[in-house]
């Protein structure tokens, strides 16, 4: 078959090589509009699961991506410089090139071909393509003009800028700091030894009353440090990616698709779904995505078929994902619903962001009838009732009993 790939990002690069590694007959091009080596957005993070599904599917570039990964360790919230300990978990930071080149690499060597600045609008410009794996992005120029695929697209109403700083946050660390205008936060965490993500997000009206739309980037860029200064410990934030792209203020978007596939064109990645950063979830559906639709290209004779069945697949297994982005997205909306509690509770009710209940009753009340971590139920009543120090005492007592029982 000859395939068309269109865009060079995460999801069409490991589609391409898997599908490449495991069928080598076919012959597969990827079209990518931006240069090699240029990315916009700067760092993301991810999980052992997906170093886990990596290995499994490719194990050459599962060992370059993690010995690349920078590890940090626990969550800090920190509210107006309180801080508090909000989770104990240890994940990875990669700077989104990084990522990028180690994969276009490797799909080189497996035999993809990849034709950088060359933009591709409409399936009419690869008329030779048995197949066309549409993984242009959230804007997805190929699923706007397939007409049974019917998108709908969801604004949401906070607006963000993904910028990087070179204070590296070995911890990951969303600071909240109140200004005249409301509350701006942060979303941090290291991507390399000299650099992190500083993904920064507000409500409109905050974004309206700082006049951020009034200003240029280094004024913009000015202000928020100075917003965070307690925070960057004199580092300054960077707007521009080493290859000259400008980060922009924009509002979140959830895409959703009636349908993945049209023709001889299917949806992979962000062209197909989007999930909001708060759930830091996007690059691993768009991997997964890859994973499914070159497994089942290899596994079903008729392409039809295989459409079919990727996207049942796909479909339901994302949708715990969607849900907890839709809430997750909602809560970081209703920000001052929830700030007002105090930092301890302010925290243990962002860890439980995605349930849908908690914007259905007051906070409070959600707070002190559900379970606001993993913990077993006394030790989660305990933290809240005497905090984290009774806890730890607790724990040392268990300690002591179990000694003195063997
Ligand atoms: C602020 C922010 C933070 C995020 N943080 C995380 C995180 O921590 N962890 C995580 O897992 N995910 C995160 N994500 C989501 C993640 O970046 C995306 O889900 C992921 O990049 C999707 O991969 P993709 O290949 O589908 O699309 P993209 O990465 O967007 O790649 C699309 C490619 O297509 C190219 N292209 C577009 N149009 C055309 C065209 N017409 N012709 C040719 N080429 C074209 C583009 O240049 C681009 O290279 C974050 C997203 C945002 C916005």
Wanted: proline share 5%; net charge neutral; charged share 20%.
């Amino acid at each position: 078959m000859k395939i068309a790939c269109v865009g060079g990002g995460p999801a069409g690069l490991y589609f391409s090589l898997l599908l490449k590694l495991r069928q080598p007959q076919h012959e597969i091009t990827i079209y990518e509009r931006g240069a090699p080596g240029v990315t916009r957005g700067w760092g993301v993070v991810f999980w052992n699961d997906l170093l886990d599904q990596l290995r499994d599917a490719d194990p050459e570039s599962a060992a370059q991506i993690a010995q690349a990964a920078f590890p940090w360790s626990n969550e800090i919230v920190d509210v107006g410089g309180t801080q508090i300990l909000h989770g104990v978990s240890q994940g990875y930071g990669m700077k989104r090139r990084l990522l990028l080149d180690i994969l276009a690499r490797r799909a080189e060597q497996a035999g993809v071909r990849i034709e950088y600045h060359h933009e591709v609008t409409s399936a009419a410009q690869l008329p030779d393509a048995d197949l066309i794996v549409a993984c242009d992005g959230v804007n997805s120029r190929l699923r706007a003009e397939a007409s049974g695929i019917q998108t709908d697209e969801q604004p949401g109403t906070n607006k963000y800028i993904w910028l990087g700083t070179e204070k590296v946050f070995s911890t990951f660390t969303f600071p909240f700091v109140h200004t005249s205008s409301g509350w701006v936060w942060a979303h941090a965490y290291g991507v390399d030894a000299g650099s992190s993500t500083f993904i920064v997000e507000c409500a409109q009206e905050t974004w309206d009353g700082l006049g951020f739309a009034a200003m240029s980037q280094a004024e913009c860029l000015a202000v928020l440090e100075k917003i965070f200064a307690a925070q960057l410990d004199g580092h300054q934030l960077i707007g521009t990616s080493p290859d000259g792209l400008n980060a922009q203020w924009v509002n979140f978007r959830t895409i959703t698709n009636n349908r993945w596939y049209d023709g001889r064109v299917v949806l992979a990645g962000d062209a197909a779904h989007t999930t909001h950063f708060s759930v830091g979830s996007g690059t691993r559906l768009a991997i997964e995505d890859a994973i499914a639709l070159a497994g089942r290209l290899q596994r079903d004779e008729e392409v039809p078929v295989a459409l079919g069945a990727y996207e049942r697949e796909r479909r339901e297994t994302i949708l715990r994902t969607q849900l907890a982005s839709r809430y997750s997205a909602q809560w970081f909306e209703n920000v001052p619903r929830y700030i007002g509690l105090g930092p301890r509770q302010f925290s243990a009710l962002m860890r439980r962001r995605r349930s849908p209940l908690m914007p259905r009753i007051s906070p409070q009340l959600y707070y002190w009838s559900w379970p606001t971590s993993r913990e077993p139920p006394f030790v989660d009543t305990l933290r809240r009732l005497a905090g984290p120090p009774a806890v730890k005492v607790y724990g040392w007592l268990r300690q002591l009993q179990s000694r003195a029982k063997n």
